[in-house]
């Protein structure tokens, strides 16, 4: 994979207005649709889009009154991020593309994988020895980051290609590791992601303890609602997520590439105290 793993594109043409992210780490595309009707028209281009750059997906965010124009489309819906649009939720419609960049069926809301596993028993995390926990304040250190993990953080980049607003540092011995949050501040939402993902015991600990300092830090920016992505059968990850008290809202199929394959992720939502 190139650095360059993201990159955004703006469509202003007659009736259409989007912004597309383009994750090719991942093989998706998120749209952003600032002017209603068009439908139609709108989904050949994506589909277009999709062929032409070899993505396996398309997916926009709406009200729920906005998806339905969607699925008449051939959109379907996969889940939910509660209080996205801070008094309402966003509905995550989707369309799925083969190998051969053709539009692919599918039946939606995924249910639970035989071995999805998302509640664990409780682990008393201990301060590892050493830790270190900075955030970084320089916009280039945080833009190289995010350059540099090429598409490690799975959720983030999500509505922009700029650097993350925040990102902690973690550092005990000779382990290291990051979470980032990109801040959507009209909406009060954000978007959190942790690089590498823990696969190991220390390594969830030292997760664990970077994204409870991002936690802290979102809810003095009077942030609400905190989202997350995470394949459905990586158990780790699945941990440091229902450990800090995230639950799954929904379920988006062939959203994030493991290796060299797509698979199935989960949707993680959790509403801070501190939020209006």
């Not at 009200?63 to 996205?84: A, I, L, T």
């Not at 999500?158 to 540092?169: C, K, N, Q, S, W």
């Amino acid at each position: 994979m190139s650095d360059n793993h993201v990159e955004m594109r703006s469509l202003q043409r007659g009736d259409m207005n989007m912004r597309v992210i383009i994750n090719h780490a991942h093989g998706h595309m998120r749209v952003m649709d600032f002017r209603v009707g068009g439908y139609e028209e709108k989904r050949d281009y994506l589909d277009a889009l999709a062929a032409e750059l070899g993505l396996r997906k398309a997916f926009i965010l709406v009200e729920k009154q906005d998806s339905h124009n969607w699925r008449s489309v051939g959109f379907v819906r996969e889940g939910v991020y509660p209080s996205f649009f801070r008094t309402a939720d966003a509905y995550v419609m989707s369309r799925l593309y083969d190998e051969a960049g053709l539009p692919a069926e599918k039946a939606g809301p995924l249910k639970p994988l035989a071995d999805e596993k998302t509640s664990f028993p409780g682990r008393k995390l201990r301060r590892p020895d050493g830790l270190k926990l900075e955030l970084l304040r320089d916009e280039r250190s945080r833009r190289t980051l995010m350059s540099g993990l090429n598409g490690e953080l799975r959720a983030v980049p999500f509505g922009r290609t700029e650097a993350p607003d925040l990102v902690v540092h973690a550092r005990s011995r000779r382990r290291e590791g990051w979470a980032v949050a990109e801040i959507d501040d009209s909406f009060g939402h954000a978007t959190l992601g942790v690089a590498p993902p823990p696969s190991r015991e220390e390594e969830l600990v030292l997760s664990a303890f970077a994204c409870n300092t991002l936690v802290d830090n979102l809810t003095q920016r009077a942030v609400s609602n905190v989202f997350g992505l995470s394949p459905a059968t990586d158990d780790w990850s699945n941990e440091l997520f229902a450990g800090l008290a995230f639950k799954v809202t929904g379920r988006l199929a062939n959203h994030l590439r493991v290796g060299e394959s797509h698979t199935t992720a989960l949707i993680w939502h959790r509403r801070l105290s501190g939020g209006s």
